[in-house]
């Protein structure tokens, strides 16, 4: 079974930068769409940004312009840039496997344990 591991997280000031990091225990990112998802206290998971197989991406409003999600398939490592960060960014950040069908995204597999991220202003 994959496991996701999310590392990078941290404490910083409002407009300070943080790059996440995911690591898959197996060759998965060259045949499987991922997704970057966050989760503040009280509210849903959401999807903050993913990118497909062949390197297209894609952007919640909110982080748009201001997170880039990449991947390194050699290195089974997709990555999180986020900039110009907000205390409404403050959030456990996951990753995980996606399937978009339309306009409709849909994570499978299990969760890893997130990384927390807290924007101070």
């Known amino acids: 079974q994959v496991q996701l591991v999310e590392s990078g997280g941290g404490l910083v000031q409002a407009g300070g930068s943080l790059t996440l990091s995911c690591a898959a225990s197996g060759s998965i990112f060259s045949t499987n769409a991922m997704g970057w998802y966050r989760q503040a206290p009280g509210k849903q998971r959401e999807l903050v940004a993913d990118i497909s197989t062949g390197g297209s991406t894609n952007y919640a409003d909110s982080v748009k312009g201001r997170f880039t999600i990449s991947k390194d398939n050699a290195k089974n490592m997709v990555y999180l840039q986020m900039n110009s960060l907000k205390p409404e960014d403050t959030a456990v950040y996951y990753c995980?496997?996606?399937?978009?069908?339309?306009?409709?995204?849909?994570?499978?597999?299990?969760w890893g344990q997130g990384a927390q991220v807290t924007v101070s202003s």
């Open positions: 995980n496997r996606i399937i978009r069908t339309g306009s409709s995204v849909y994570s499978f597999g299990p």
